[in-house]
């Protein structure tokens, strides 16, 4: 079946620091990809999505690319922020409007 | 639109009660999903429906969980002689199934407790 397996253990960073979060996926055929945010006492949130390979998902300076070769979508940004401190959760969907797969979670905490 | 709404935010229940969970979708939207999120974990699926079909249902879905949407629109999750193991977090989202790359909107969610 379907699984999403995100980078073990939560990650501290000081701003301004660079941000990575590895996800690998296993699925067949060409899955959907996401990164959804969860901050403190909300709602998952959709943060960047990807449909087909070698797409690039971006929004708020987070960036993902569907690297169908390595089955991965690691979220990146450049420069992290205080307020980007939240639970980051990789998902992938095999079609459209059907059930998302999540992964673990990874709990993001970012210092001034 | 105030978005995906679920209610209570909060139940704490005895060992063998019976708890409902409901979900108020945005208007208009034809999929309605529920996911189950324990501490630390990503959510699991439960089950979706497409308008008043329930077109799927996970394995983790056992005979002591019902769900239901009876005019298409909100949906109710039960829970028969809940047990510890179901304390979690109850997640609804709900999608608009017309096109490609449609998106999933999460309510805040319903925490269980049983004690």
């Known amino acids: 079946g379907n699984s999403v397996t995100q980078m073990e253990g939560p990650v501290t960073l000081s701003e301004e620091a660079f941000l990575t979060i590895n996800c690998t996926y296993t699925?067949?055929?060409?899955?959907?990809l996401f990164w959804y945010v969860q901050y403190p006492g909300e709602g998952l949130q959709l943060l960047l999505k990807?449909?087909?390979?070698?797409d690039k998902g971006s929004n708020k300076g987070f960036e993902a690319t569907y690297r169908k070769e390595t089955t991965s979508f690691h979220l990146e940004k450049g420069s992290v922020q205080v307020s980007d401190s939240a639970v980051y959760f990789c998902?992938?969907?095999?079609?459209?409007?059907?059930?998302?797969?999540f992964g673990e979670g990874t709990q993001l905490t970012v210092n001034p | 639109d105030t978005g995906v709404s679920q209610n209570p935010r909060h139940k704490i229940t005895k060992r063998g009660q019976n708890v409902t969970f409901r979900c108020d979708p945005i208007s208009e939207h034809n999929r309605l999903y529920w996911y189950r999120q324990t501490l630390g974990q990503g959510p699991e699926f439960l089950t979706y429906?497409?308008?008043?079909?329930?077109?799927?249902k996970s394995r983790l879905l056992s005979d002591r969980f019902s769900a239901e949407r009876p005019k298409g629109s909100f949906s109710t999750l039960e829970i028969q002689r809940t047990e510890q193991g179901d304390s979690a977090m109850y997640l609804c989202?709900?999608?608009?199934?017309?096109?490609?790359?449609?998106?999933?909107?999460f309510g805040q969610g319903t925490r269980l407790t049983v004690v």
């Open positions: 989202a709900s999608s608009l199934v017309r096109q490609m790359n449609t998106e999933a909107f």
């Open positions: 429906f497409q308008n008043e079909a329930q077109l799927e």
């Open positions: 990807a449909t087909k390979a070698d």
């Open positions: 998902a992938l969907q095999q079609t459209s409007g059907s059930r998302l797969t």
């Open positions: 699925a067949t055929g060409y899955p959907s």
